[in-house]
Protein backbone atom coordinates (compact mmCIF):
# COMPACT_ATOMS: atom_id res chain seq x y z
CA UNK A 1 0.00 0.00 0.00
CA UNK A 2 1.69 3.06 -0.94
CA UNK A 3 1.74 6.10 1.62
CA UNK A 4 -0.63 8.60 0.00
CA UNK A 5 -3.24 5.34 0.56
CA UNK A 6 -2.44 4.88 4.00
CA UNK A 7 -2.78 8.37 4.99
CA UNK A 8 -5.42 8.66 3.30
CA UNK A 9 -7.09 5.23 5.22
CA UNK A 10 -5.36 6.62 8.57
CA UNK A 11 -7.36 10.19 7.66
CA UNK A 12 -10.95 8.65 6.80
CA UNK A 13 -10.95 5.72 9.59
CA UNK A 14 -10.10 8.46 12.19
CA UNK A 15 -13.42 10.88 10.64
CA UNK A 16 -15.60 7.64 10.81
CA UNK A 17 -14.43 6.88 14.51
CA UNK A 18 -14.98 10.16 15.36
CA UNK A 19 -18.58 9.90 13.98
CA UNK A 20 -18.92 6.66 15.82
CA UNK A 21 -18.30 8.18 19.42
CA UNK A 22 -20.26 11.46 19.26
CA UNK A 23 -22.86 9.43 20.30
CA UNK A 24 -20.34 8.90 23.57
CA UNK A 25 -19.76 12.69 24.04
CA UNK A 26 -21.67 14.89 26.15
CA UNK A 27 -18.99 17.37 27.27
CA UNK A 28 -16.94 19.66 25.26
CA UNK A 29 -13.81 19.64 24.08
CA UNK A 30 -10.74 19.73 26.93
CA UNK A 31 -8.05 18.37 28.26
CA UNK A 32 -10.34 15.55 29.68
CA UNK A 33 -13.03 15.63 32.40
CA UNK A 34 -14.90 12.64 34.40
CA UNK A 35 -17.91 11.68 32.51
CA UNK A 36 -20.04 9.97 34.88
CA UNK A 37 -20.18 7.27 32.22
CA UNK A 38 -20.45 3.52 33.29
CA UNK A 39 -19.97 0.59 31.21
CA UNK A 40 -21.66 -3.02 31.49
CA UNK A 41 -20.40 -5.56 30.01
CA UNK A 42 -23.59 -8.43 30.03
CA UNK A 43 -25.91 -6.53 32.27
CA UNK A 44 -23.51 -6.78 34.93
CA UNK A 45 -21.96 -3.29 36.03
CA UNK A 46 -17.73 -3.25 34.98
CA UNK A 47 -16.01 -1.66 38.76
CA UNK A 48 -13.34 0.73 37.81
CA UNK A 49 -10.40 2.58 39.86
CA UNK A 50 -10.33 5.00 37.16
CA UNK A 51 -13.69 5.87 35.65
CA UNK A 52 -14.23 6.65 32.27
CA UNK A 53 -13.48 10.24 30.85
CA UNK A 54 -14.27 12.10 28.16
CA UNK A 55 -10.54 13.39 26.01
CA UNK A 56 -11.23 15.98 23.34
CA UNK A 57 -14.98 15.32 22.75
CA UNK A 58 -14.51 11.09 22.90
CA UNK A 59 -14.89 8.43 25.79
CA UNK A 60 -12.22 6.75 26.80
CA UNK A 61 -12.73 4.07 29.01
CA UNK A 62 -9.92 1.61 31.10
CA UNK A 63 -8.60 -1.05 29.00
CA UNK A 64 -8.18 -3.81 31.31
CA UNK A 65 -11.21 -4.09 33.38
CA UNK A 66 -13.27 -4.87 30.23
CA UNK A 67 -10.92 -6.96 28.57
CA UNK A 68 -10.53 -9.39 31.35
CA UNK A 69 -14.16 -9.20 32.37
CA UNK A 70 -14.61 -10.42 28.73
CA UNK A 71 -12.35 -13.25 29.67
CA UNK A 72 -9.19 -11.70 27.94
CA UNK A 73 -5.53 -12.03 28.83
CA UNK A 74 -4.28 -8.63 29.05
CA UNK A 75 0.02 -8.00 28.90
CA UNK A 76 1.71 -4.92 29.24
CA UNK A 77 5.28 -4.38 28.09
CA UNK A 78 6.93 -1.01 29.48
CA UNK A 79 9.49 -0.80 27.61
CA UNK A 80 7.52 -0.11 24.61
CA UNK A 81 4.52 1.39 26.28
CA UNK A 82 2.60 -1.90 24.75
CA UNK A 83 -0.59 -3.25 25.38
CA UNK A 84 -1.74 -7.22 24.47
CA UNK A 85 -4.60 -8.11 24.86
CA UNK A 86 -5.44 -12.30 23.89
CA UNK A 87 -7.70 -15.10 24.12
CA UNK A 88 -7.92 -18.75 22.05
CA UNK A 89 -9.03 -16.89 18.83
CA UNK A 90 -7.55 -13.40 18.09
CA UNK A 91 -4.90 -10.89 20.10
CA UNK A 92 -4.98 -7.24 20.39
CA UNK A 93 -2.16 -4.95 20.37
CA UNK A 94 -1.86 -1.38 20.72
CA UNK A 95 0.72 1.27 21.75
CA UNK A 96 -0.08 4.25 23.91
CA UNK A 97 0.14 7.63 22.37
CA UNK A 98 -0.52 5.36 18.78
CA UNK A 99 -3.63 5.88 16.66
CA UNK A 100 -2.59 2.35 15.16
CA UNK A 101 -4.10 -0.80 16.32
CA UNK A 102 -4.02 -4.32 15.30
CA UNK A 103 -7.04 -6.97 15.22
CA UNK A 104 -4.47 -10.35 14.82
CA UNK A 105 -4.88 -14.06 14.11
CA UNK A 106 -2.44 -17.10 13.93
CA UNK A 107 -4.07 -18.63 11.02
CA UNK A 108 -6.24 -15.83 9.32
CA UNK A 109 -3.74 -12.72 9.48
CA UNK A 110 -4.16 -8.88 10.86
CA UNK A 111 -7.04 -6.16 10.73
CA UNK A 112 -5.03 -2.68 10.48
CA UNK A 113 -7.55 -0.50 13.02
CA UNK A 114 -7.31 3.35 13.16
CA UNK A 115 -7.77 4.97 16.38
CA UNK A 116 -9.14 8.67 16.73
CA UNK A 117 -7.54 8.91 20.11
CA UNK A 118 -4.94 6.64 20.90
CA UNK A 119 -4.50 4.92 23.99
CA UNK A 120 -3.34 7.00 26.70
CA UNK A 121 -2.64 6.20 30.29
CA UNK A 122 -4.20 8.19 33.07
CA UNK A 123 -3.80 7.82 37.10
CA UNK A 124 -1.78 4.55 35.97
CA UNK A 125 -4.31 3.00 33.86
CA UNK A 126 -4.39 2.36 30.03
CA UNK A 127 -7.77 4.17 28.42
CA UNK A 128 -9.17 3.25 25.12
CA UNK A 129 -12.14 4.44 23.05
CA UNK A 130 -15.08 2.60 24.21
CA UNK A 131 -16.40 1.11 20.85
CA UNK A 132 -12.83 -0.43 19.95
CA UNK A 133 -12.73 -2.44 23.01
CA UNK A 134 -15.90 -4.34 22.42
CA UNK A 135 -15.84 -4.62 18.92
CA UNK A 136 -12.10 -5.88 18.20
CA UNK A 137 -13.30 -8.52 20.29
CA UNK A 138 -16.33 -9.55 18.66
CA UNK A 139 -19.31 -8.10 20.91
CA UNK A 140 -22.02 -5.09 20.14
CA UNK A 141 -21.37 -1.66 21.77
CA UNK A 142 -24.38 0.61 22.67
CA UNK A 143 -25.13 3.76 23.86
CA UNK A 144 -27.92 4.40 26.54
CA UNK A 145 -27.91 8.30 26.50
CA UNK A 146 -30.78 8.29 29.67
CA UNK A 147 -27.89 6.91 31.81
CA UNK A 148 -24.82 7.66 30.49
CA UNK A 149 -24.11 4.18 30.21
CA UNK A 150 -21.66 2.17 27.65
CA UNK A 151 -23.40 -1.62 27.08
CA UNK A 152 -21.01 -4.08 25.78
CA UNK A 153 -23.13 -7.36 24.84
CA UNK A 154 -21.24 -10.63 23.95
CA UNK A 155 -22.15 -12.30 20.91
CA UNK A 156 -21.28 -16.01 21.53
CA UNK A 157 -22.62 -17.04 17.99
CA UNK A 158 -19.44 -15.28 16.65
CA UNK A 159 -15.61 -16.81 16.01
CA UNK A 160 -13.24 -15.26 13.71
CA UNK A 161 -12.25 -16.16 10.58
CA UNK A 162 -12.21 -15.55 6.57
CA UNK A 163 -14.39 -15.72 3.93
CA UNK A 164 -14.37 -15.79 0.33
CA UNK A 165 -17.03 -14.79 -2.48
CA UNK A 166 -18.47 -13.52 -5.38
CA UNK A 167 -21.14 -10.88 -5.19
CA UNK A 168 -22.15 -10.91 -9.31
CA UNK A 169 -18.65 -10.40 -10.92
CA UNK A 170 -16.39 -8.83 -8.49
CA UNK A 171 -14.95 -11.39 -6.18
CA UNK A 172 -14.50 -10.14 -2.07
CA UNK A 173 -12.55 -11.43 0.71
CA UNK A 174 -13.53 -10.91 4.39
CA UNK A 175 -11.61 -11.19 7.35
CA UNK A 176 -12.87 -10.98 10.23
CA UNK A 177 -15.98 -12.02 12.71
CA UNK A 178 -18.64 -14.48 11.28
CA UNK A 179 -21.52 -16.36 12.49
CA UNK A 180 -21.46 -19.42 13.47
CA UNK A 181 -25.07 -20.16 12.58
CA UNK A 182 -25.38 -18.24 9.19
CA UNK A 183 -21.72 -18.49 7.86
CA UNK A 184 -22.39 -14.99 6.79
CA UNK A 185 -20.10 -12.09 8.21
CA UNK A 186 -21.20 -10.60 11.54
CA UNK A 187 -19.67 -7.70 13.71
CA UNK A 188 -15.98 -6.15 13.04
CA UNK A 189 -14.14 -7.06 10.19
CA UNK A 190 -12.76 -5.99 7.13
CA UNK A 191 -13.15 -7.09 3.30
CA UNK A 192 -11.35 -6.40 0.00
CA UNK A 193 -13.18 -6.93 -3.25
CA UNK A 194 -11.53 -7.43 -6.90
CA UNK A 195 -13.11 -4.11 -8.53
CA UNK A 196 -10.56 -2.56 -6.42
CA UNK A 197 -12.66 -1.05 -3.55
CA UNK A 198 -12.43 -2.00 0.32
CA UNK A 199 -14.25 -1.87 3.31
CA UNK A 200 -13.49 -2.12 7.18
CA UNK A 201 -16.12 -1.62 9.50
CA UNK A 202 -19.16 -3.42 10.81
CA UNK A 203 -21.36 -5.84 9.42
CA UNK A 204 -24.66 -8.31 9.76
CA UNK A 205 -25.80 -11.10 7.58
CA UNK A 206 -22.93 -10.73 5.34
CA UNK A 207 -23.29 -6.75 4.79
CA UNK A 208 -22.33 -3.55 5.84
CA UNK A 209 -24.25 -2.27 8.73
CA UNK A 210 -23.22 -0.27 11.52
CA UNK A 211 -20.29 2.36 11.53
CA UNK A 212 -17.55 1.97 8.73
CA UNK A 213 -15.57 3.36 5.95
CA UNK A 214 -15.85 2.09 2.29
CA UNK A 215 -13.51 2.90 0.17
CA UNK A 216 -14.93 3.02 -3.59
CA UNK A 217 -12.64 1.78 -7.03
CA UNK A 218 -12.97 5.63 -8.39
CA UNK A 219 -11.10 6.94 -5.76
CA UNK A 220 -13.67 8.49 -3.34
CA UNK A 221 -14.51 7.69 0.16
CA UNK A 222 -17.42 7.31 2.73
CA UNK A 223 -17.33 7.15 6.23
CA UNK A 224 -20.28 6.90 8.25
CA UNK A 225 -23.39 4.74 8.59
CA UNK A 226 -24.72 1.63 6.80
CA UNK A 227 -27.76 -0.11 6.63
CA UNK A 228 -28.28 -3.59 4.82
CA UNK A 229 -25.00 -2.73 3.04
CA UNK A 230 -26.22 0.71 1.92
CA UNK A 231 -25.18 4.37 2.83
CA UNK A 232 -28.01 4.94 5.61
CA UNK A 233 -27.41 7.79 8.48
CA UNK A 234 -24.89 10.17 9.18
CA UNK A 235 -22.20 10.35 7.11
CA UNK A 236 -19.23 11.75 4.81
CA UNK A 237 -18.58 11.44 1.27
CA UNK A 238 -14.83 12.35 0.21
CA UNK A 239 -15.36 12.11 -4.17
CA UNK A 240 -12.50 11.47 -6.07
CA UNK A 241 -13.20 14.99 -7.85
CA UNK A 242 -12.11 16.66 -4.56
CA UNK A 243 -15.72 17.67 -3.29
CA UNK A 244 -17.36 16.78 -0.21
CA UNK A 245 -20.54 16.15 1.44
CA UNK A 246 -20.78 16.12 4.97
CA UNK A 247 -24.85 15.00 5.92
CA UNK A 248 -27.48 12.74 5.81
CA UNK A 249 -28.01 9.59 3.79
CA UNK A 250 -30.75 7.58 2.98
CA UNK A 251 -31.24 4.28 0.25
CA UNK A 252 -27.61 5.23 -0.54
CA UNK A 253 -27.94 8.16 -1.62
CA UNK A 254 -27.93 11.99 -0.07
CA UNK A 255 -31.50 12.16 1.72
CA UNK A 256 -32.24 14.89 4.38
CA UNK A 257 -29.94 17.52 5.67
CA UNK A 258 -26.62 18.27 4.82
CA UNK A 259 -23.83 20.36 3.36
CA UNK A 260 -21.70 19.82 -0.06
CA UNK A 261 -18.56 21.32 -0.75
CA UNK A 262 -16.89 21.75 -4.27
CA UNK A 263 -13.22 21.74 -4.63
CA UNK A 264 -13.48 25.32 -5.75
CA UNK A 265 -14.59 26.35 -2.36
CA UNK A 266 -18.18 27.17 -2.63
CA UNK A 267 -21.19 25.47 -0.70
CA UNK A 268 -24.62 24.52 -0.29
CA UNK A 269 -26.02 23.30 2.74
CA UNK A 270 -30.02 22.42 3.25
CA UNK A 271 -31.75 19.21 2.51
CA UNK A 272 -31.24 16.74 0.03
CA UNK A 273 -33.65 14.28 -1.62
CA UNK A 274 -32.97 11.09 -3.98
CA UNK A 275 -29.04 13.05 -4.48
CA UNK A 276 -30.39 16.45 -5.47
CA UNK A 277 -30.08 19.78 -3.30
CA UNK A 278 -34.54 20.63 -3.07
CA UNK A 279 -33.50 23.61 -0.80
Known sequence: MSNTKKTHRLFAYTLSLLLAFSLFSGLKSGAYAASGISVTYNGSAIAFTQEPIIKDG???????????????????????????????????????????????????????????????????RTLVPARFIGESSGADVSWLAASRTVVITNSYDRYFGDLEGAIGSVNYLYKGYISATSGLADGFGSCTYSNNSSYIGT?????????????????????????????????????????????????????????????????????????SFVG
Open 58 to 124: RTLVPLRAIFEAMGMTVLWYPETQSVYAYNAEIAIGLQIGNSSATISSDYYGDIDVFLDVAPQIING
Open 203 to 275: FKNGLQEGQGTYYYYDGSEYIGQFSAGLREGQGTNYYANGDMYVGEFSNDVRSGYGTYYWVNGTQKTGTWYND
